[in-house]
C-alpha cells in the first residue's frame, strides 16, 4: 500500500545531517506498516521496538550516556552495523517512561543509527524539537486511494485539470465521481481499504469500520479514569449526531442535558491529542491581520487542526476519517438521507485539508451568512464552500469580500466540474487533495 509519505522519509535518508523522524498519528492509519515497509525495503539491517508491549526495555537499552547509545542497541539486537546505516524504529515513543530521554539520546548517537519514533498521542516535546522531524500520517486521501485500488492513470487527469481549471470530458468527470463514492463508504483505513482490495466488495466494510471503532473506545478505557472514560466516550460518539443536523457546529446540548464546556474540555483536547477528531475553530476578524504567522505547511509536517491551535470556543468536530463516519451513520440509520451528505462531504474535505497541513477554521456572519473552511494558501486567506451537488449559488463568498476586501479570489468544491469564474474555483469533490 503506497504511501505518499514515503517520499518524505527517502528525502530525509540521504539528508545530512540527520534529525530523528517523530512520526505521528491515529491508531489504524499505518504508520508501523509505513515504518516497517520503509525500513525493508531501503535498509539492510534494522532495529523495532515496541514501548507498548515491552515498556521495560528503556531501562534495559536507554539508561546509558549517548555515546554508548549506538554500542548496547546494536548488542542487544546482534546488529553488526557493517552493511552501513541501522534504522532504529521506536513504536508508541510516548508510552516510554520517559520518552523525551530517549529522543535527545538517540538524536546524539552516533551517525549510522537512524531514527524514527511512532506516536499514536500528541505530546509536548517543545524542548527536543530541535532535535526532530515530526511528520504526520492520516488515512489515505482520494490519491492514495485511486493509486491502492489500480485507477492511479487518474491522478495525472486530475491534476493537470486542476492546475488549468479546464473542465475533465463529462465520461471521466462521472467515473470519478464514482470511485469518490466508493472511498466515501470505505474511507482512507487501511483496514477497510485492504478489506475492499481483498474481496472486491464493501459488504464487510462496516464490520472492519467497527473494529476499529472499538479499538478506539477499548484503548480510551485503558488509558483513562473511569470518570474521563464515561465523558471521552460521550463526545466522541457525537460526532456524527453534530454532522447531522443542518447546523454542524459543535453543540453540546447533543452530549447530555446540562453539559458545558467546563465539564467537557478534558475529554475534547483528549480526542484532539488522540487524533481522533479534527477541529475546526471560528474564524476572527483579528485573524486576518495575522495570516503571514500562518504559512502553508508542507505535505507531512505535523497537524495544527487536530491539535486544537486555537481554543476558540465555537468550533466544529469532524472524525478522523470518512469511511468511519459514513458506516457509522449508516448503521444507525440504515440509508443515508441526503441532508446527512452535506456533512459527509465536509467531513471529508475537513480531513483532506488537515492532512494536507492546514490549520482549520469557518465563518459565519450576524445574517447568518458562512463558509465551511478558511484556509491560509500561498500567504493568502482563501474561503471554501462545500456543497454536495452540483448547486453552488450561493451569497456566502460575496458577503466575506464585501467584509474582507482584501480576499480576492474562492474555491466552491461540489460534484461540478472544473471552472474558473470571477475569480472563483471551482474544484470537484474528487480533486481536494490538490488543494
Known amino acids: 500500500m503506497k504511501r505518499k509519505l514515503i517520499n518524505k522519509l527517502l528525502d530525509w535518508k540521504e539528508s545530512s545531517p540527520k534529525k530523528l523522524i517523530l512520526l505521528t498519528g491515529g491508531r489504524g492509519v499505518g504508520k508501523t506498516y509505513l515504518a516497517y515497509d520503509f525500513a525493508k525495503s531501503f535498509y539492510t539491517e534494522f532495529i523495532y521496538i515496541n514501548f507498548e508491549t515491552e515498556p521495560s526495555l528503556y531501562d534495559l537499552l536507554f539508561k546509558t550516556a549517548p555515546l554508548q547509545t549506538e554500542t548496547v542497541l546494536k548488542d542487544y539486537f546482534h546488529i553488526s552495523g557493517a552493511a552501513g546505516p541501522v534504522l532504529v524504529i521506536l513504536d508508541e515513543i ?11 539520546l538517540l538524536s546524539k548517537a552516533g551517525t549510522l543509527l537512524h531514527t524514527i519514533a511512532i506516536s499514536s498521542f500528541f505530546a509536548d516535546t517543545c524542548e527536543y524539537e530541535d532535535n526532530f522531524i515530526q511528520l504526520h500520517l492520516s488515512p489515505l486521501d482520494f490519491e492514495e486511494f485511486l493509486i491502492t485500488t489500480g485507477n492511479e492513470w487518474y491522478i495525472e487527469v486530475i491534476t493537470e485539470h486542476y492546475s488549468s481549471n479546464a473542465k475533465i470530458p463529462d465520461i471521466v468527470h462521472k467515473e470519478l465521481l464514482t470511485l469518490f463514492e466508493l472511498y466515501l463508504q470505505i474511507g482512507g483505513m487501511p483496514l477497510a ?17 467497527r473494529i476499529l471503532l472499538n479499538s478506539y473506545i477499548s484503548d480510551i478505557y485503558k488509558n483513562n479514569s473511569e470518570g474521563d472514560f464515561l465523558k471521552i466516550s460521550q463526545v466522541f460518539n457525537t460526532i456524527d449526531k453534530q454532522l447531522c443536523k443542518e447546523n454542524h457546529k459543535f453543540q453540546y446540548k447533543l ?14 483536547q483528549y480526542i484532539k491529542n488522540s487524533y481522533y477528531g479534527i477541529r475546526c475553530s471560528k474564524f476572527e476578524e483579528g485573524q486576518l491581520n495575522h495570516r503571514n504567522e500562518k504559512e502553508h505547511p508542507a505535505q ?4 495544527p487542526s487536530f491539535i486544537g491551535d486555537n ?54 456572519s450576524d445574517s447568518q451568512s458562512k463558509i465551511d473552511f478558511i484556509i491560509c494558501k500561498d500567504n493568502q486567506i482563501l474561503p471554501i464552500e462545500v456543497k454536495a451537488d452540483e448547486n453552488t ?26 471552472d474558473y469564474v470571477n475569480h472563483v474555483k471551482y474544484v470537484p469533490i474528487y480533486a481536494v487533495f490538490c488543494l
Open 94 to 104: 510516548t508510552l516510554c517512561p520517559d520518552f523525551r530521554k530517549v529522543i535527545n
Open 193 to 209: 481499504v485492504n478489506e475492499f482490495i481483498n474481496t472486491g466488495s464493501t459488504l464487510n466494510i462496516s464490520e472492519q469500520h
Open 255 to 268: 452530549i447530555r442535558k446540562g453539559a458545558t464546556h467546563g465539564l467537557y474540555a478534558h475529554a475534547l
Open 300 to 303: 507531512g509536517t505535523v497537524l
Open 311 to 364: 481554543p476558540h470556543p465555537c468550533f466544529k468536530l469532524y472524525m478522523m476519517d470518512i469511511g468511519m463516519l459514513y458506516s457509522t451513520i449508516k448503521t444507525q440509520h440504515a440509508i443515508i438521507k441526503e441532508q446527512w451528505k452535506k456533512g459527509l462531504i465536509e467531513n471529508y474535505v475537513a480531513q483532506c485539508l488537515a492532512a494536507i497541513g492546514y490549520p482549520l477554521y469557518f465563518w459565519e
Open 393 to 418: 449559488r450561493s451569497r456566502n463568498v460575496s458577503i466575506f469580500r464585501t467584509k474582507y476586501q482584501s480576499v480576492t479570489d474562492s474555491v466552491k468544491i461540489s460534484t461540478r466540474n472544473f
